[in-house]
């Protein structure tokens, strides 16, 4: 077997160069649209493998020779094929740093093979053979290259947290207290409405809903949020809003001087010939533009954040985390399986990313130990549970979707930095 020297990680050159130097042709900002961030850590990892290859030991046991990525493979599922962790993804891609500038793009059709140097292992785009020198492909800045029908791989699959990107949202309780409220629908015989509808809501009063330039003019529309309480604390953590749908501001909000009887509270429409002139608030018009449930009297708005990219990039967190199950996401669900969404109490503030990947761990339990001379009351440890990856941290909670278990989770179980 020819061996591979640390040298030759700068010769290394993969099918992959096409479309790297077409993405380096791109616009810095088209270039962020597309990629996702680079940390320096992982930087440094990926530099020390492309040197050094990993160990046997970090391979997963039934690690195949090669593979060819295929669609609807993830970054996650491919990691997973080759080493024991998956979140060490920049030590499986770490040997091709010099010829894959952003090692989270890996396409459909994509050749792996694995060269076993003694007890180090080495990533490579083809397979090597004995006596030729791997092909170096070269192109003009004036090449272009598509990749036809495929883009980059999803670290995991998009549809499992699309739903959690837009529509939970965690906030305190003021700022749910202060925004503006569903007043009455366009429709006076229904107590509902759906897409297509006509509402009116209106903003505290020193915060009117008003329309201008500036202002927002896309929201969403909540429910009253859910109190996520602390397991080990028992502190408010925030509210979690439930997402009901979107509208559109026609009309803000205004006056109007109408003849009313301030005879009674609050005024009623007047008698003939009585009633004095008084101003009215008249609530902003909304549209609504879509809708997961039917909107009603008393749903608050709350702007559309801009859109983002979101990159999910697995990793370990750089400080230790030890966090908490807050809540298991879905009506009347007490348990969380694979691919299920559950909430931590650990935030943005805590150092919690998106891509962080922690450990499962389930809760021991306490029992009496009748063995002995005297009955003591012990805890068992706590054991491994599986792996979850954080995908959208809020101030003091965050998003965490269950990527592997063995048992069921539930409120108050722990998640570590994975070892």
Do not use: C
Request: no cysteine; aromatic share 6%; glycine share 10%.
């Amino acid at each position: 077997m020819k061996r591979f020297f640390p040298g030759a990680a700068r010769t290394l050159v993969l099918p992959l160069r096409l479309l790297a130097a077409a993405l380096a042709s791109l616009p810095a900002q088209a270039q962020q649209g597309v990629h996702s961030p680079v940390t320096a850590e992982q930087h440094a990892t990926a530099q020390q493998v492309a040197e050094a290859g990993v160990p046997l030991s970090a391979l997963a046991p039934d690690a195949p020779d090669g593979y060819t990525v295929r669609r609807g493979d993830t970054l996650w599922g491919i990691s997973g094929r080759f080493l024991r962790s998956p979140w060490r993804w920049p030590e499986l891609w770490g040997m091709n740093l010099r010829d894959i500038r952003n090692p989270h793009l890996i396409y459909p059709g994509q050749q792996l093979y694995l060269e076993r140097v003694g007890g180090r292992v080495f990533l490579r785009a083809r397979r090597a053979v004995e006596g030729q020198p791997v092909d170096t492909v070269r192109v003009s800045p004036r090449n272009r290259a598509e990749v036809l029908g495929a883009g980059p791989l999803p670290t995991l699959q998009p549809h499992l947290i699309e739903p959690f990107l837009t529509e939970p949202l965690v906030v305190d309780d003021d700022t749910f207290q202060r925004a503006p409220r569903i007043v009455a629908l366009g429709n006076q015989d229904r107590v509902l409405a759906v897409k297509g509808d006509r509402a009116y809501a209106r903003g505290p009063a020193d915060a009117p809903l008003l329309s201008g330039p500036g202002r927002p003019t896309d929201f969403r529309v909540f429910r009253t949020a859910k109190a996520l309480k602390d397991p080990v604390s028992g502190d408010i953590l925030g509210y979690e809003g439930q997402y009901v749908g979107q509208a559109s501001l026609a009309r803000g909000e205004s006056e109007s001087e109408e003849v009313v009887d301030q005879r009674f509270t609050p005024p009623r429409l007047p008698a003939a010939g009585e009633g004095t002139l008084r101003r009215l608030p008249v609530p902003a018009t909304v549209d609504i533009v879509g809708s997961k449930e039917e909107v009603r009297a008393g749903d608050r708005l709350l702007p559309e954040p801009p859109r983002e990219y979101r990159g999910y990039v697995p990793h370990a967190p750089e400080q230790p985390v030890d966090a908490r199950v807050v809540s298991v996401h879905g009506n009347s669900v007490r348990y969380a399986g694979q691919n299920q969404v559950v909430v931590i109490n650990k935030g943005l503030r805590d150092g919690v990313q998106s891509g962080h990947v922690l450990a499962l761990l389930s809760t021991g339990p306490r029992l009496l130990d009748k063995t002995g001379e005297k009955r003591e009351l012990i805890k068992l440890p706590d054991e491994r549970n599986g792996l979850a990856m954080v995908f959208r941290p809020f101030d003091r909670v965050s998003y965490v979707l269950v990527m592997e278990i063995t048992n069921p989770v539930q409120v108050g179980d722990k998640l570590v930095s994975p070892r």
